[in-house]
Nanobody, 123 residues
Framework: QVTLVESGGGSVQSGESLTLSCKTAAYSYNQYCMAWFRQTPGKDREGVAALNSDGTPLYADSVKGRFTISQGSAENTVNLQMTSLKPDDTAIYYC?????????????????WGQGTQVTVSS
């Protein structure tokens, strides 16, 4: 069973930065592509960013230029570096994984999910 464990959420002020990390087991890290989604109450889960096995990232238009997805320095991790945060970025952020390649940021295309980490941005 593949497990994903998110960390790094918290509360920040508008304009500040935060980095989320998602860790998984080595065998799954090498087999799956990873992504980040977010969700607020009453809304569908929204794709934020994904990382393909060749290192090619995908980003939602709402975060382009502000968020960066990358392999983490820690083993078997993927990070989401978030800069210039806005109150609209407030959400529960979820790590997700599925077989590569990633062609879209549609939630239904990902079958493995972490439990989520809260990010709150205040103005």
């Amino acid at each position: 069973q593949v497990t994903l464990v998110e960390s790094g959420g918290g509360s920040v002020q508008s304009g500040e930065s935060l980095t989320l990390s998602c860790k998984t087991a080595a065998y799954s890290y090498n087999q799956y592509c990873m992504a980040w989604f977010r969700q607020t109450p009453g809304k569908d889960r929204e794709g934020v960013a994904a990382l393909n096995s060749d290192g090619t990232p995908l980003y939602a238009d709402s975060v382009k230029g502000r968020f960066t997805i990358s392999q983490g320095s820690a083993e078997n991790t993927v990070n989401l570096q978030m800069t210039s945060l806005k109150p609209d970025d407030t959400a529960i952020y979820y790590c997700a994984a599925d077989h590569c390649p990633v062609r879209s940021l549609e939630a239904w295309t990902f079958g493995i999910w972490g439990q989520g980490t809260q990010v709150t941005v205040s103005s």
